[in-house]
């Protein structure tokens, strides 16, 4: 049997984990869990936040259909659970809690918050899968992103990936690599969504469906003007085909991609037979298995290359595709107590907590992890509420503000930050505020006594 | 502004091309397109195919909505070519072609077509994006879950990565890993969807949300039969959580998960005190970051471990993420000839293509790639029929069919070729048939003879 998709998306286990919440009767005690990460994932200095309308719309959208009570009261492992009354609960269960978060586009670092909800036991856990894949995934990518565009400096990149991940995972990531500062991408449906600039003219097999290479450009350039037209011209022999490519287009040419071979030597070359046929302002796009390291020594070393496509290494985040954060709950409201977890090497910061940057002179100083409501000089609060009572209470801003808001705060940081290298120098300095010092102390203190006392 | 999502999950310059075809009058050619995967991906010695009902249902529903038309007609490098016959033509457009591929589970290599397209230029080139996309993720899933099931050595494995990857890739992923062998995941979507098992009970925070981790426990076991419980016992002393778990289930408990420390000795600290209890028939689960070979080195140290869980390593495909698979023109039926690429490194086998397996005595001993309709002693064609004129004409077989496919092809491999280190074994021979070789280089000679008299 195979049932339609929906959007179930979650581990048995937080099903398993509600309904047992709900039995104990302690399902609509009010928590708070937050969303973060242990430690920078390998060869990053820094994180770009992404991923929070996904999760704004999947919180506004949650319902438990007919058809999932009649599965899940299939499933053996929850069967024992699902009671009437539990039935009726899923039925009319909606996501009513607040979430407050950082911004996306906000520049973010290890142990920070990125997300918090506050609400009912029951929906806080019930969605802690769905908001750790969603921030997982953008904000991976939108780091990567980052890094590519630093590495680009200032030149145009495309992101063409989306053949190398999985179909909505490649939508995704054409947004967050547009919110990092990518120049456009070839993903019909992220521009189809969000407006995103769409790049993209022709391929090998368009080439190869023609007679000779001559043959194919000038088809292409019989439909599409040639100032806006960029051709391929490694089918073959590269400097043939960009020789190909002039005679097709003596007047002018929008660009020509080169996508196999020594990029740096082919952009030369095909430069030197450019300007030599007048055509100084075709652009040379270069593309084929790159990233950040291998667009930096290019253009260190002087290869004219005037736009970069990037796909495999930014849709696989290939160099470090596990960003690994974690969602734990740090405070008991009902109880007014700060929760922590001791376990060797994954200990928690208990309480609710709140992201203070010190900016001075528009450059970020150090961030303060402290708890919600305290004042730090010279500092702003990264934190915002999204969502109070299940509805939204800020506007979700565009695409476009979010992109502003991710280069103001990549401007902003430290340049040794900004590198992209692995040659040591200090990290970002984040601290934890004398506040959550001393609250951490102490619930660490009485945790091990009541553990003690109890077990 | 924002549009709802839909599925035009293309390249834009698939999409440019296409429609450059129809302006040029020869979008209804007739071609042949293959996928295939250039070189086996980094750390793998075969692949286990999947991802071919994601495409078919693609291919069933494919179509462009009014909507996509008026957004098509926005795209600036599209914009030339979206003339009233072409929105037209969109406006009516239904996959028609053909559709041959190996059946999921089914083990391949590199060189190998994984699914071959036949019809229009310009459907054939259309759907390009979405076949890589679907085909590269789930293959590399099921490619990466076979190992782990191999390295488990008939005990069971549980995929538990959702968090770690987008929603549908999650969903995607686990499917790939019941399909190559696991034996449940905690993805309830894929639960729903497929009927795969589901496994999960309680995670650390079901723990914190008690006072003490036996009140956690005996909460957990006033709800669920303990006999089916698996308690999570390393929320803060491991060992401790054993005994903790034997207190609150004194006559019999399904199972304790160990996901932190040093599991192999943390295993036997486990089974030691559960025995002394009399709890021998409690199963010790082992999670937190395993992969194959942490999972071989934990049954070849001898840790009493009796189910395994893995998430990220699966998840991310963190050893070898990218798979690679390419597609490539392979045959105009319209002027009956075969194509191929000469691009350095990246060139094609010309022609319609059907791989041969060689079984003897049940085992795999080598493949052949020739054309489609020759005849091998002892050997099977790999590919089959899905659809022809854009209709399913074989039905899709199920989940549990996939899953049973897929263990004997893997039974049938060589040992040397389900080994899981990097230790040189000679590779699984895959070589190309007499037929194939003249065909090649026939179609070289006239190639490079063409390309020279019409440049």
Same mark, same amino acid.
């Given at each position: ?30 928590? @708070? ?40 009261? @299939? ?11 539990? &039935? ?36 806080? =856990? ?6 750790? @894949?969603? /921030? ?19 030149? =145009? ?28 991408? @070839? ?51 590269? %400097? ?5 490519? /002039? ?47 291998? /667009? ?20 696989? &985040?290939? !160099?470090?595709?596990? %960003? ?17 977890? %001791? ?10 907590? =709140? ?11 150090? !961030?303060?992890?402290?708890? =919600? ?15 109070? !009572?299940?509805?939204? &209470?800020?506007?979700?801003? $565009?695409?476009?503000? /979010? ?43 009485? $945790? ?8």
């Amino acid at each position: 049997m195979k049932r339609a998709p929906t959007d179930l998306l979650t581990d048995l286990y937080q099903l398993t984990m509600a309904a047992g919440y709900f039995h104990r009767g302690v399902h609509e005690k009010r928590v @708070s869990f937050e969303l973060f990460v242990r430690r920078l994932p390998p060869y990053r200095r820094y994180m770009v936040f992404a991923g929070l309308e996904t999760v704004l719309e999947h919180l506004r959208a949650l319902r438990f259909t007919e058809a999932h009570l009649d599965y899940l009261r @299939s499933v053996p492992a929850l069967r024992p659970a699902m009671s009437f009354e539990l &039935c009726e609960y899923l039925r009319d269960f909606r996501f009513s809690g607040e979430v407050w978060a950082m911004p996306e586009g906000t520049v973010a670092f290890a142990q920070e918050p990125l997300i918090r909800i506050t609400g009912t036991l029951f929906e806080a =856990q019930l969605v802690e899968t769905y908001l750790l @894949s969603a /921030i997982n995934t953008e904000t991976a990518a939108a780091s990567k992103a980052a890094r590519v565009v630093g590495a680009a400096q200032g030149r =145009q990149v495309m992101e063409f990936g989306s053949r190398r991940t999985s179909p909505e995972e490649a939508v995704m990531t054409a947004r967050a690599a547009y919110l990092a500062g990518f120049t456009a991408t @070839s993903n019909v449906e992220a521009g189809y969504r969000w407006d995103i600039p769409l790049a993209g003219t022709a391929a090998h097999s368009w080439t190869m469906a023609h007679a000779t290479e001559r043959e194919a450009f000038e088809a292409y350039l019989a439909v599409y003007p040639k100032e806006r037209t960029t051709l391929l011209v490694d089918t073959y022999d590269t %400097l043939d085909g960009v020789r190909n490519a /002039i005679r097709a287009a003596p007047g002018g040419l929008g660009g020509v991609r080169l996508d196999s071979g020594d990029l740096d030597a082919l952009a030369r070359g095909s430069r030197a037979l450019l300007d030599e046929a007048g055509l100084k302002d075709t652009r040379i796009v270069a593309t084929g298995d790159l990233n950040e390291h291998k /667009i930096a020594a290019l253009l260190g070393a002087g290869a004219p290359v005037d736009v970069f496509g990037v796909g495999t290494e930014l849709a696989r &985040c290939v !160099d470090s595709p596990n %960003l690994g954060a974690v969602y734990k709950m740090v405070h008991d409201h009902d109880a007014d107590r700060p929760v922590l977890k %001791l376990s060797e090497g994954k200990a928690t910061l208990p309480g609710v907590h =709140q992201v203070y940057r010190v900016i001075r002179d528009d450059r970020a100083r150090r !961030d303060i992890i402290g708890t =919600q409501g305290e004042f730090h000089v010279d500092a702003e609060p990264l934190l915002v509420p999204w969502m109070k !009572d299940g509805a939204l &209470c800020r506007p979700l801003p $565009s695409l476009a503000a /979010i992109r502003k808001t991710c280069r103001h705060q990549l401007a902003a940081l430290p340049e040794d930050v900004r590198r992209i290298d692995d040659t040591a120098t200090a990290p970002y300095p984040v601290a934890t505020s004398d506040v959550l010092n001393d609250l951490l102390v102490e619930v660490q203190r009485r $945790s091990r006594e009541e553990q003690g006392e109890l077990q």
